[in-house]
């Protein structure tokens, strides 16, 4: 099935091709309600002049007060912005209006922003948190000595305090993203509204976590309805939810949130205690009760045992998502019931989380931001850690250290925005369940706590923005664009990860990207792949070398162990033959592989423009040399560099092996071989990709074959899921000494043979920014 995988930004065509190289203007905005009717017309008479307008009026509003924000259209220093000036202050939010936000894709299911074409470089400015009339008060809540246990005196006291609520209104009408999540939500909710409550579904291993996440998110939906409503029809739809998950059909009167499996304990308290705190005036006396008696039997009561029995593995300084989770959700359920029930159960969680989670949870970045786990898990733990960071802050004043015992805490937005291609995550390792509750809205937050508008910026475009905690986090002086100076390029360079993020462009759906990594094949939680040396390759709106993903989380010993011959690497999707790596011997790498890097970048950056012009010199690559990752070799390294102004990639990798080699690299193309052997086509839609062996070494020619197991494999506990539509490109060569240089040409449009080059070739050790000039 080589389906339509190509959409994003398909409308346009390629920035590489000639005439007018960006998308049409139909794809740039969408706009809220109330301005609908005039940008519709406006985006047919040209866009950009408009916005010139428009953000002169914006900048000289609200950025008039940055000395550091860029000039055009500003004020210059003058320091009083929009601020006590109503008449400012509506012309600011009237231009927000109009500007609108930016649609999304739904011609694909990567749901990626469209980002309209427009060399206007006023139209979008430095990332900044302007001074303007337009944002949250400062919180009445001021303690001089904040501890975890003396909260909020009113109601909700979690995440979202009452002076927010009665601000929020206000703000939905003159930000058009707060007007469109808001819109969402109340969509979503009623959606909701007329499902039957969550059935319980026991998931093998997985356990009850995808009901847990889906009874939170609906809940999150219902309570803020309510409150945006006073429509007490939701507070029935929320108890109808909680009587379901805390009746008797569901689960088992003993142990009902699966404390065996306890992020599913945890997911559940924190769904119950955003319903008990948010709806809290709305609640019958008996009602209270009940919720709590259910928290506390169910959630609160096993959480003790996680921290005095051997029970809780995830609390011994876990640095992954587990820690962040399970004391997420026990902190947001003691700090609900925290003066209402009076056995002391909740002072005594909130002693052991909030410690806990600065030993494991803060420590789930690395120091150069990347997550312990995979790019998707990040999803998972970044939403515990901002859930209870928010938490702790709206109900106590304090986030205890959380946001910065760790200093490099706050990289983990830089590592996001990075993972984040074209079309899709680099996703290496396991993709974890369902998401449900868990997105991307930590960027938010983490944009407003550690001053990094761009976080905000580049999270507020997405297609998960659209929710409640987005409300409430959301900083609306933010004001520019992500891209604004964003370098097109960087490298994580901790041990553990090691990996590379090159592209050409932060805005253009079709823009080239690249990602590779070696690091380590362990203390990565059981959730990464035997994978030194894969890639992901993105260009044209499609992704070209790709991952499989999870296998079944249920197979047999799937997460208990690391070591060399665990049956984890026995399955396909967690084998070395299952990556877009280098394999020796049709054998596993060595999980203790520990590889060296070096890589280096012309330091491109995208300016305000989303129309990049990009220098013929600019490039970036990344060498490693992943020796150590084999059995039977004397040498292996692998290098990738980006060529011809960002058009074209090289992969390199020079071996030395006594063992047969097979270079290999998972597609959803098609793929067809030309008579030489040495290149191929693939296509994907309308799209090609063109692939060539340059100096082939006797003999080396590209095959295919389905993506599947060796009959020489050892056999796992239980077969492997099929992996449909997947060709996995291969050359295979027999023990020996090899340099392969895989040239990658995008067949951008317009573009002809004669606008791509053929590198020169340059051993990997003499690679540098100019050797191929
Ligand atoms: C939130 O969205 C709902 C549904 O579209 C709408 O009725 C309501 O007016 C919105 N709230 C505000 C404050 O605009
Ligand atoms: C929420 O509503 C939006 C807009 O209709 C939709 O795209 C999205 O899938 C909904 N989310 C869920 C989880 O149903
Ligand atoms: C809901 O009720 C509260 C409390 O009485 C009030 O402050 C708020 O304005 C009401 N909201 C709406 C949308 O009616
Ligand atoms: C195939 O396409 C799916 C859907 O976009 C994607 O998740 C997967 O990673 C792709 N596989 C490969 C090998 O590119
Ligand atoms: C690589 O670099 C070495 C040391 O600088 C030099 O002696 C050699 O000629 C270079 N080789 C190539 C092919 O550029």
């Not at 877009?580 to 890097?597: E, G, M, R, S």
């Not at 295919?704 to 492997?720: E, G, Q, W």
Request: proline letters at 6%; aromatic letters at 12%.
């Amino acid at each position: 099935m080589a389906a339509n995988y190509n959409a994003v930004g398909a409308a346009g065509s390629s920035p590489y091709g000639s005439g007018d190289p960006y998308y049409n203007e139909s794809t740039g905005f969408i706009t809220p309600q109330t301005a609908k009717k005039r940008t519709n017309n406006w985006v047919k008479i040209g866009v950009p002049v408009l916005i010139i307008v428009i953000i002169g009026a914006v900048v000289g509003g609200v950025l008039g007060s940055r000395s550091s924000s860029k000039s055009e259209g500003s004020k210059g220093s003058s320091s009083s912005g929009s601020k006590g000036d109503p008449a400012a202050a509506s012309s600011v939010a009237s231009a927000k209006l109009e500007i609108g936000r930016f649609a999304t894709a739904t011609n694909s299911e990567y749901l990626m922003p469209i980002y309209p074409s427009t060399t206007n470089t006023a139209a979008f400015t430095s990332p900044t948190f302007a001074k303007s009339a337009l944002t949250w008060p400062k919180d009445p809540f001021q303690p001089s000595n904040p501890g975890p246990t003396k909260v909020r005196p009113e109601r909700p006291r979690l995440i979202a305090p009452q002076y927010k609520w009665q601000t929020l209104p206000n703000l939905i009408k003159s930000d058009p993203y707060l007007q469109g999540w808001n819109a969402t939500i109340f969509g979503n909710a009623t959606q909701y509204y007329n499902l039957q409550p969550v059935k319980y579904f026991l998931d093998g291993d997985s356990g009850i976590l995808d009901n847990a996440r889906e009874v939170k998110m609906r809940i999150k939906a219902f309570a803020y309805t309510f409150l945006m409503t006073n429509d007490t029809k939701w507070v029935d739809r929320t108890w109808a939810e909680l009587q379901n998950a805390g009746g008797p059909q569901f689960g088992h009167d003993d142990d009902k949130w699966n404390s065996k499996h306890f992020l599913d304990t945890a997911e559940f308290t924190a769904a119950f205690a955003i319903a008990y705190d948010w709806l809290y005036p709305q609640w019958s006396d008996a009602q209270k009760t009940s919720i709590r008696a259910t928290m506390i039997k169910y959630g609160l009561q096993p959480g003790v045992e996680q921290f005095t029995t051997s029970a809780g593995w995830w609390k011994n300084k876990i640095t992954g998502n587990w820690n962040c989770v399970c004391n997420s959700g026990l902190t947001l359920g003691s700090l609900a019931i925290l003066g209402d029930d009076t056995s002391g159960i909740a002072e005594q969680l909130l002693g052991y989380t909030v410690p806990n989670a600065l030993e494991g949870c803060a420590q789930a970045t690395v120091d150069d931001g990347t997550w312990a786990e995979t790019a998707n898990y990040w999803y998972f733990g970044s939403t515990g850690h901002a859930e209870m960071s928010s938490a702790l802050l709206t109900a106590t004043g304090s986030h205890f250290g959380l946001l910065d015992v760790n200093s490099n805490f706050y990289k983990t937005g830089i590592y996001h925005m990075y993972a984040s291609g074209p079309t899709s995550l680099f996703d290496y390792g396991d993709h974890g369940p369902n998401k449900f509750s868990a997105t991307a809205n930590s960027m938010i937050l983490y944009g407003d706590q550690y001053n990094h508008p761009e976080f905000t910026l580049f999270q507020r475009e997405q297609h998960d923005a659209a929710e409640p905690w987005s409300m409430f986090w959301y900083n609306p002086a933010v004001s520019g664009a992500f891209w604004d100076g964003a370098p097109l390029d960087h490298f994580f360079d901790n041990d553990l990860d090691q990996w590379a993020s090159m592209r050409s462009s932060w805005t253009d759906g079709n823009a080239l990207y690249v990602a590779v990594k070696a690091g380590k094949n362990d203390g990565l939680q059981t959730h990464n792949d035997l994978d030194v040396g894969d890639f992901v390759l993105d260009a044209l709106g499609t992704r070209w070398a790709g991952e499989l993903g999870s296998a079944d989380y249920r197979s047999p010993n799937y997460f208990s162990s690391g070591a060399q011959d665990a049956d984890r690497w026995k399955y396909y999707r967690k084998m070395t033959e299952g990556q877009n790596t280098i394999l020796i011997n049709k054998a596993n790498q060595n999980v203790l592989a520990a590889p060296t890097v070096k890589h280096a970048s012309s330091g491109t950056s995208q300016g305000s423009s989303t129309v990049l012009d990009i220098p013929k010199d600019s490039t970036a690559y990344w060498t490693a040399d992943i020796t150590s990752a084999y059995f039977g070799v004397s040498s292996v390294k692998r290098g990738v560099r980006l060529l011809n102004g960002r058009k074209q990639v090289l992969i390199q990798d020079e071996i030395a092996s006594q063992q047969e080699v097979q270079w290999r690299m998972h597609t959803n193309a098609t793929v067809s071989i030309a008579d030489s052997g040495t290149s191929a086509t693939l296509t994907i839609g309308d799209k090609k990709l063109e692939v060539a062996l340059l100096s082939p070494p006797d003999g080396a020619k590209f095959t295919t074959s389905d993506a599947v197991r060796f009959l020489s494999d050892p056999t796992p506990p239980v077969a492997d899921q099929p992996n449909p539509g997947v060709t996995v490109l291969i050359i295979s060569l027999p023990a020996g000494t090899y340099n392969l240089q895989v040239l990658f040409n995008p067949q951008w449009s317009g573009s002809s043979a004669s606008d791509f080059v053929t590198p020169p070739s340059v051993p990997l050790d003499n690679w540098s920014l100019d050797s191929h000039k």
